[in-house]
């Protein structure tokens, strides 16, 4: 009987060596005509075309699926690799929830029941009575790609600012949807990244940072420099004349952000090299105070009381 598991052990090894072991053909990866000169020193890079967008070009989506044939036909001859996946995702399996939080008499978390790609936002009006979906990713996509980022919820509950990214890009769209029905709101703010809605008081508008709209054909290779911080009012367009910006524009390589809470004011951070600087700027778009020198912060605990400030050597 041990003879025979020995064999048995030793054959199924054998040929798991046997696959693994065998050599790998590759698709071939043509090579373009592409030569850069940089400073009178020419490079040559003959898979420039693989940057091109996978969701555009055929030929790089092509060279994907042929890569990825490779990838998993070799995978599939590791008889260990099934049995972590399925212990992975037993261990995975589990719900999982965010921290509760309340704005105007309604609280709000995020919940995944352990194998959902997105987590659903909830709310509900009274602790313990049962929550409704207000946001679900997972019905934005077939492939749960779209993911929710930021959630910003008006003082009074009525309206809810989120952005959602795609396949992992750094670039946000700001969109709005009602809390009591649901109803999703017109309003949709483009070329967002690293920034979150900062609702004004009185609901009617918000704080974001963004960068200028990409050249054709840079959105996800481009470098983006000149972050602004802009107030959009619901049911505006998204233009430079509708949305201008809240005082000037971020220096290279410097982001924009802005926080408000119960204050007329805006705090604007911005970063450079390892110097933060705040400014605060009026919700209309005026520019009131110069920057703070070191590192200065107001931070949104104190904004109900009056005006703070936390410095720290840099």
């Known amino acids: 009987m041990r003879l025979r598991t020995f064999a048995a052990v030793m054959t199924a090894l054998l040929i798991t060596a046997a ?53 998993f036909d070799y995978l599939g001859t590791i008889p260990e690799r099934e049995p972590i996946r399925k212990q992975l995702t037993t261990l995975w399996n589990y719900e999982k929830y965010s921290t509760p939080f309340k704005r105007g008499g309604h609280y709000f978390f995020s919940k995944n ?6 987590s659903v936002l909830y709310t509900v009006d009274k602790w313990g009575d049962t ?54 709101l017109p309003d949709e703010i483009k070329w967002v990244k690293f920034s979150s809605a900062s609702w004004t008081k009185d609901g009617k508008g918000f704080f974001y940072s963004r960068y200028d709209e990409p050249k054709p054909g840079q959105t996800l290779k481009g470098v983006n420099y000149f972050q602004k911080l802009y107030y959009h009012r619901l049911g505006q367009p998204q233009s430079d004349v509708d949305q201008r910006p809240a005082g000037p524009a971020a220096q290279r390589g410097v982001r924009a952000g802005g926080a408000l809470r119960q204050s007329p004011l805006v705090g604007r951070a911005v970063q450079v090299g390892g110097v933060f600087v705040s400014y605060l700027v009026h919700h209309v778009g005026v520019h009131v105070l110069d920057p703070f020198s070191s590192f200065s912060w107001v931070m949104s605990s104190v904004w109900r009381a009056g005006l703070g400030r936390l410095d720290r050597a840099c």
Do not use: C, F, M
């Open 113 to 118: 029941n352990g194998l959902q790609n997105q």
């Open 19 to 71: 696959a693994v072991g065998a050599p790998i053909e590759y698709p071939k990866t043509k090579k373009v005509e592409q030569v850069d000169d940089y400073h009178g020193t020419k490079v040559a890079d003959p898979y420039r075309w693989l940057e091109t967008d996978v969701r555009t070009s055929k030929d790089v989506a092509d060279w994907v699926v042929a890569e990825n044939k490779i990838t």
């Open 131 to 184: 929550p409704r979906v207000l946001l679900d990713p997972n019905s934005w996509s077939k492939d749960g790609t779209i993911a929710l980022d930021n959630v910003a919820i008006t003082d009074d509950a009525k309206y809810a600012a989120y952005s959602t990214s795609e396949a992992g890009s750094d670039w946000q769209v700001i969109k709005v949807v009602e809390v009591a029905s649901g109803k999703q």
